[in-house]
């Protein structure tokens, strides 16, 4: 069965960084494109970023350009996000998906996702 599960999540200082990771099971990450999306409190779901099949990385939020790096781990079949000098306003659930090959910046062209984490960045 696939699954998804992410990890990593909680409360960060302003300028702090926290590091998400999303564990596949039932399947190889290594097919796949993996996307990061998150979704803050009355805000649609949004593209943060998203690893091809050829470890390209893809920005869908300009905001994160700089602060934020995807990485896969295809030994332990786990994709992570680092996030670095945090702010509020990327505070959000923040979820993993996949979908074959190619990245899209469109959730809805996500099958699979996670159960979702919290990234809360506040003093």
């Known amino acids: 069965q696939l699954q998804l599960v992410e990890s990593g999540g909680g409360l960060a200082q302003p300028g702090g960084s926290l590091r998400l990771s999303c564990a596949a099971s039932?399947?190889?990450?290594?097919?796949?494109?993996i996307g990061w999306f998150r979704q803050a409190p009355g805000k649609e779901r949004e593209g943060v970023l998203c690893?091809?099949?050829?470890?390209?990385?893809?920005y869908y939020a300009d905001s994160v350009k700089g602060r934020f790096t995807i990485s896969k781990d295809n030994a332990k079949n786990t994709v992570n996000l680092q996030m670095n000098s945090l702010k509020p306003e990327d505070t959000a659930i923040y979820y993993c998906?996949?979908?074959?090959?190619?990245?899209?910046?469109?959730?809805?062209?996500?099958?699979?996702w996670g159960q979702g984490t919290q990234v809360t960045v506040s003093s």
């Open positions: 998906a996949v979908r074959p090959i190619l990245c899209d910046y469109r959730p809805g062209f996500f099958a699979s």
């Open positions: 039932g399947f190889t990450l290594a097919y796949y494109a």
């Open positions: 690893i091809s099949v050829t470890d390209g990385s893809i």
